[in-house]
Nanobody
Framework: QVRLAENGGLSVQTGGSLRLSCSTSGITNSNYCMGWFRQAPVEEREGVASYYLRYGDNYYADSMKGSVAASYDWDKNTLYLQMTNLKPEYTAMYYC?????????????????????WGRGTQVTVSS
């Protein structure tokens, strides 16, 4: 059973940086799409970035492209989201998610409905 646990959310000022982490367990092969999503109050959950474990391919949604970079450390079984040049509109709960996948093309869709396993989230607050 795959389990995910996010960490690293903080309150920061505009222009600051953060690195979110998502510890994983139960992922036994590389045929997985990992996703980062965000959800602000009264908003729908929105895809931010995806990372295909098999080849290390990334996809970034337009909303935060240029401010985020996803990576995975196989030694630590941890997914990361490096966030830079943070803006107040990035304030949200950030979630990581996992879905079995045999191709990057499906990973690029970054639809929340396609992901089976979710963490509990970590709060990022950006103040002006």
């Amino acid at each position: 059973q795959v389990r995910l646990a996010e960490n690293g959310g903080l309150s920061v000022q505009t222009g600051g940086s953060l690195r979110l982490s998502c510890s994983t367990s139960g992922i036994t092969n590389s045929n997985y799409c990992m996703g980062w999503f965000r959800q602000a109050p009264v908003e729908e959950r929105e895809g931010v970035a995806s990372y295909y474990l098999r080849y290390g391919d990334n996809y970034y949604a337009d909303s935060m492209k240029g401010s985020v970079a996803a990576s995975y450390d196989w030694d630590k079984n941890t997914l990361y989201l490096q966030m830079t040049n943070l803006k107040p509109e990035y304030t949200a709960m950030y979630y990581c998610a996992a879905a079995p996948s045999t191709s990057f093309s499906s990973c690029r869709v970054l639809s929340a409905a396609d992901f089976r396993t979710w963490g509990r989230g970590t709060q990022v607050t950006v103040s002006s």
